[in-house]
């Protein structure tokens, strides 16, 4: 470390001003950087010239020159955060250096859908998630949407903590209240039928959403995005991580020990099986030791099927979800639960069902109403009586219909949502 | 307990007249020379009572120390003055001693206030006037000297005849002593006694409920309450059934009971006219009446409720009002303002509409197009519901029946009111809206 040797700054966090742009958190380890200079990052590449230099007191505080071995920040002239990477190196732009270790793009280990509670508040919930992640640039956000939902992202988190973090800022800082949803992974098939093939203009089409999924009969073999795995953990908790690995699908690919204590296990998950709560349960069962990373690895057949939940017969849409054959009685029954929860009494029975083509795998019941009307209804009871029913019959006119069934809307929540 | 002499003979004369009666089954009483905006039911709260139900909500105190009896009745009084004063109602239909434990109070206090009704509007000499009792140790003499006061129709809070269940409930009695005040009652008005009998209370099996309301046959009058338990928040009962100490009740259970006894009930000869009340020989309870077909009512007491128009300080508009809850406030506003009127809310024509069908609904004969008519006279009930598809469905599933007649619910329909209405009050919304605003006529 040596301030004549040429400028190797290291970026260890960056926070966006609105007037003054993206301003980096630098360590300083080799060389002096100034106001004027212009500087290269390693990572984009990008030129940029410097504004301002300074130490952090904890107030910013200018200085002319920032020296090798100090801590501060530096502004130039960026203006978003992606440009300013945590575990960047900038350098002059006519000494360009190797960059420092320790620089990879965060990987998400967590994925959730998430949908504003109403679609009015769209626009809210979509400027809200911009601005957190200027600030918090280890989440990754696409554009996604769902048939009952509307639109939405699916955002990629460090972890189960960091996403619940993320979730409870936006309630408070920016009052919006969202619904998460397992994430939706993106299934493929190729095609046997000529029509479609012609229809698609390609023979392998790929399904975001369950009522694009084209029939058996139509499909030469599903595939599915799955993903290599790569868990080092100490050897005490290799045969709770292969459990889990196996009650995951995956296969498994290597086992080998490390040194003495760790082992080192590979795995080819399947992304749906992985992308909610894997991490936190390897964390859980190995109480914190064990790591993971992944890497895509392209795309393998599956026996994939489409599910459909009936109410009194009649389908609905938005519900109807792709999974393996292997997991479709477990999700099918955990949605005819959580759907049972949710729908309020008629005055006729519900048969909440949910089926593979014509074969029903699940089955919940709803009662009909025998007795519902207040027993006591006295002069004092009337006002309150009346606001009620008054307040029951609005809700039921945004109640959706299927058959002569009213859903409420949060019974689509309730059952999309995680956890 | 000393009366003024000429007025105690007129009201024990009433009294006496009033127990022989019997009300006309139904059908609209003869029309008195007042009109409908003059007339109104009077009811009457006592605060106190000896101990709190584990299931009660209502607004009940336990005194602490002794109540002050004589300050309780001169505000009664007053604020009865003043409301009637206000209301500008001329005639008094029905009132109703309720409460709290009315029973509790002295017979004087019942014969303070009829004799002010008296001295400001008129008070039929057969007014149906109803004191609720609670069953205690010593029922006869008591119950008499109610009788003298001016009482004639008394309504038991028996609630079950199992002791266990009433310890569970908070009674402060047993079945014994509730079949024993039934038994004096009925000799002091006979058929004019009514008792309540709840089901669906936690760990109460079909079968042995059954048993209680045949074994309560045997000794009732001609008037029979059936109500259901409902647990709510803030009672004792709700907290014992939230910590699991004392089971939920099963509300597929007590549908089952309702079904079971009111049909039990019909075959026994009671008329079910309303969704809780059951009566034979014509016993129903006029007061209770009013407030299914929406007249008017005055509330008197601390948390009682009203509505009339107060026509003697020149309103129009019909209004719902709450006195004031807390008996020491309510006394202290009396005494200032002559009445602890806490709070008036103006119903709208559509509000006012909305109550006559929930309301009217509740009873077996339903809403009749002439008693529809009294409160919207340009929308009939074929205008507002007989279009509608939903409408129609109700009535194909029997549930719901619109005639000549008016609208009215079926025996099974009545017992799942609550969901029709939501059915029903939109309708009636869009109905009266679009009477409101009718379409732009075109030019020309």
Known sequence: MHRKNPLRALVFDSTFDQYRGVIANVALFDGVVSKGDKIVSAHTQKRYEVNEVGVLNPNEQPTLKLYAGQVGYLIAGMRDVTEAQIGDTLYLHNHPVEPLPGFKSAKPMVFAGMYPIDQSEYNNLKSAIEKLTLNDSSVTVHRDSSLALGAGWRLGFLGLLHMEVFNQRLEQEYNTSVILTTPTVPYKAVLSSAKLIKEYREKEITIINPAQFPDKSKVAEYLEPVVLGTIITPSEYTGKIMALCQARRAVQKHLMFIDQNRVMLKYLFPLSEIVVDFYDSLKSLSSGYASFDYEDAGYQTADLIKMDILLNGNTVEELATVVHKEKAYSIGKTICERLKDSLPRQLFEIAIQAAIGSKIIARETVKAYRKNVLAKCYGGDITRKMKLLKRQAEGKKKLRKIGNIEVPKDAFIKVLKTI | ?444
């Open chain 2, 1 to 444: 307990m000393v009366l003024p002499g000429p007025r105690a003979r007129g009201l024990v004369a009433a009294a006496r007249a009033a127990q022989g009666r019997r009300l006309e089954d139904s059908e609209p009483r003869s029309p008195s020379a007042d009109p409908a905006s003059r007339r109104a039911a009077l009811y009457v709260h006592w605060p106190y009572c000896e101990k709190r139900c584990s299931y009660c909500n209502f607004n009940k105190y336990v005194a602490r120390g002794r109540v002050d009896e004589a300050a309780l009745r001169r505000c009664l009084l007053t604020e009865a003055r003043t409301l009637l004063g206000l209301s500008g109602v001329r005639r008094v239909e029905s009132v109703f001693f309720g409460g709290g434990t009315p029973s509790l109070a002295s017979p004087h206090t019942v014969a303070a206030l009829l004799e002010a009704v008296v001295q400001a509007a008129h008070l039929p000499a057969d007014v149906e006037v109803t004191l609720e009792a609670n069953p205690t140790s010593a029922p006869g003499a008591r119950l008499a000297e109610f009788g003298v006061a001016g009482v004639n129709r008394l309504s038991i809070g028996l609630q079950s005849l199992n002791d266990q269940e009433l310890q569970l409930l908070g009674r402060t009695h047993s079945a014994l002593d509730a079949l024993r005040t039934l038994a004096a009652a009925r000799r002091l008005f006979p058929g004019r006694v009514s008792v309540d009998l709840m089901f669906g209370l936690p760990g109460q099996q079909l079968g042995p409920w059954l048993v209680q309301l045949q074994e309560l046959l045997r000794h009732c009058d001609d008037h029979l309450s059936l109500y259901q338990l409902s647990l709510e928040r803030g009672t004792a009962l709700f907290a014992q059934v939230q910590q699991g100490a004392v089971p939920c009740p099963d509300p597929e259970l007590a549908a089952a009971m309702y079904a079971e006894g009111r049909a039990l009930l019909r075959a026994a000869g009671f008329r079910q006219y309303e969704v809780s009340n059951f009566a034979r020989h014509g016993a129903l309870s006029t007061h209770n009446w009013t407030y299914w077909q929406c007249g008017q009512y005055l509330g008197v007491g601390p948390g009682a409720h009203g509505r009339f128009v107060p026509h003697g300080a020149g309103g129009h508009t019909r209004e719902a009002r709450i006195q004031t809850l807390e008996p020491d406030n309510w006394m202290k506003e009396v005494t200032l303002f002559g009445h602890g009127t806490r709070k008036r809310v103006p119903l709208d024509e559509l509000e006012l509409l909305e109550e006559v069908l929930a309301m009217g609904l509740r009873t077996d004969v339903g809403i009749t197009h002439q008693h529809w008519q009294q409160f919207e006279p340009q929308l009939n009930l074929w205008d507002v519901f007989g279009a509608s598809e939903e409408v129609k469905g109700l009535q194909e599933q029997g549930l719901l029946l619109l005639d000549d007649r008016g609208l009215r619910c079926s025996w099974e329909g009545l017992a799942v009111l609550d969901f029709l209405l939501l059915t029903l009050l939109p309708r009636l919304q869009e109905a009266w809206q679009k009477q409101r605003s009718p379409p732009p006529v075109p030019g020309g």
